[in-house]
Each structure stands twice: as structure tokens, then as C-alpha cells.
């Protein structure tokens, strides 16, 4: 069972921040927080990963709380091509974890 | 660089056929993996390989069989389909077990 939680839905006008949150309570020291995201029936796509530090790549930024107990991914200028099932994941850094075990995910619709 | 591909990306069978699927990565990756993913839920693991020569089962392996004769291919059989084989196949691959996996575009079959 995926560890992590999210709204099965969001909205975002173009051009504007689409904010995504994840809940993930159980995470352990050694676990990461992964973002992938699934376009229209394409392959998922990685956007980023964190493990304790706020990130931020060519794509967007991840903002971990404190406690590690839940994170936001930002997408600054979120554009209609953003439009796509984002999904959270959470990742052991230890041996046996090379499964990414997807949720349902979040369906992001950005609207012009 | 193609990254990862696979072939074909769509297939109708009938009950009992058998067909394999092939997934081809330029990447020099290890790891390589096959998911399925079904209409509203995530994707789930099938097989996947940590290196030329080897392969492991996923969490859904049966009825699947698969090989990795090439380090840049890793193929997944199905030898009497079924229709609860139904699904849209992704290939992914990674440099090592922890790290970022890569998604093809993904198969669509459908066995009736």
C-alpha cells in the first residue's frame, strides 16, 4: 500500500502556482520523498526528489516540513501542459526498495 | 538518446495467445523494471532485473515470465493471456536500484 496521501483532485489557473500536498506521517529517517507525474496515458514522468532539505530543479521545488511528515511540490508558473495525475511517493534508501509503489495520485487540471 | 523504448504500443490478443513485449533502454541502466497499470489506480510491479542475466518478481508476477538476455533489453512474455491481462504495460529503467527510474511510453493490450 502506497504511504502517502493526497486530494484525489486540484485546480489551477494558467500561469499562476499550483501547490500539491502529500501527507506522508509514517516516513522513516532513511526515506526519500518522490514526485512523478503521469500525462495522458504517457509513461510517468520524475520531477523531483528530497529527503530532508527543500529542492528545487528546472521543474519545480519540494518543500519538506520540519518533521518530515508532510511536503508540498511547486510548479511556479503552472502551464496547461502541467495538466496530469501527480503522484508522491515515499522510498526507502535501503537495499530490497526497487519498487516505486504509486497511489492514486493527485489530477492536477490547469485552466486557461 | 531514445531513453527507454518498447514495442509494440498497442496489441489485441485473444484468450490464450501469447505474446512478448520488448523494452529497450540506451541509458547503460542495470535496474530495469515492467509495471502495469489498470483504469484509476497506480502502477504495480511485475518483474524486474537487477542486471544482464537476472531478473526478480514484482508484486503481480504471475502469469508473466520475463528475461534479460541484453543488458539493454528486458522482455516480458505473456504465454496464454488472459482477460484480466488487460492493461497498459510501462518499462522503466534505472542506473541502481535507488535511483531515478525512467518510464517508456508504455503498451496497451487488450486480450479478448
Known amino acids: 500500500d502506497a504511504k502517502t496521501t493526497q486530494p484525489p483532485s486540484m485546480d489551477c489557473a494558467e500561469g499562476r502556482a499550483a501547490n500539491l500536498p502529500c501527507n506522508h506521517s509514517?516516513?522513516?529517517?532513511?526515506?526519500?520523498v518522490y514526485w512523478y507525474r503521469q500525462i495522458h496515458s504517457q509513461g510517468p514522468q520524475y520531477i523531483i526528489h528530497?529527503?530532508?532539505n527543500n529542492e528545487t530543479n528546472e521543474m519545480a521545488s519540494l518543500i519538506i516540513t520540519e518533521d518530515r511528515k508532510s511536503s508540498t511540490l511547486i510548479l511556479p508558473h503552472a502551464t496547461l501542459r502541467d495538466t496530469a495525475v501527480y503522484y508522491c511517493i515515499v522510498r526507502s534508501s535501503q537495499g530490497g526498495s526497487e519498487k516505486l509503489v504509486f497511489g492514486k495520485g493527485t489530477k492536477l487540471t490547469v485552466n486557461p | 538518446n531514445a531513453g527507454v523504448t518498447q514495442t509494440p504500443k498497442f496489441r489485441v490478443l485473444k484468450t490464450g495467445q501469447s505474446m512478448t513485449l520488448l523494452c529497450a533502454q540506451d541509458m547503460n541502466h542495470e535496474y530495469m523494471y515492467w509495471y502495469r497499470q489498470d483504469p484509476g489506480m497506480g502502477l504495480r510491479l511485475i518483474h524486474y532485473?537487477?542486471?544482464?542475466?537476472?531478473?526478480a518478481k514484482g508484486e503481480v508476477p504471475d502469469g508473466y515470465n520475463v528475461s534479460r538476455l541484453k543488458k539493454q533489453n528486458f522482455l516480458l512474455g505473456l504465454e496464454s493471456a488472459a482477460p484480466s491481462q488487460t492493461s497498459v504495460y510501462f518499462c522503466?529503467?534505472?542506473?541502481?536500484?535507488?535511483?531515478?527510474?525512467?518510464f517508456g511510453p508504455g503498451t496497451r493490450l487488450t486480450v479478448l
Open positions: 509514517t516516513i522513516s529517517g532513511n526515506e526519500y
Open positions: 532485473s537487477v542486471g544482464e542475466g537476472t531478473t
Open positions: 528530497g529527503l530532508k
Open positions: 522503466a529503467s534505472s542506473y541502481a536500484g535507488l535511483n531515478t527510474q525512467y
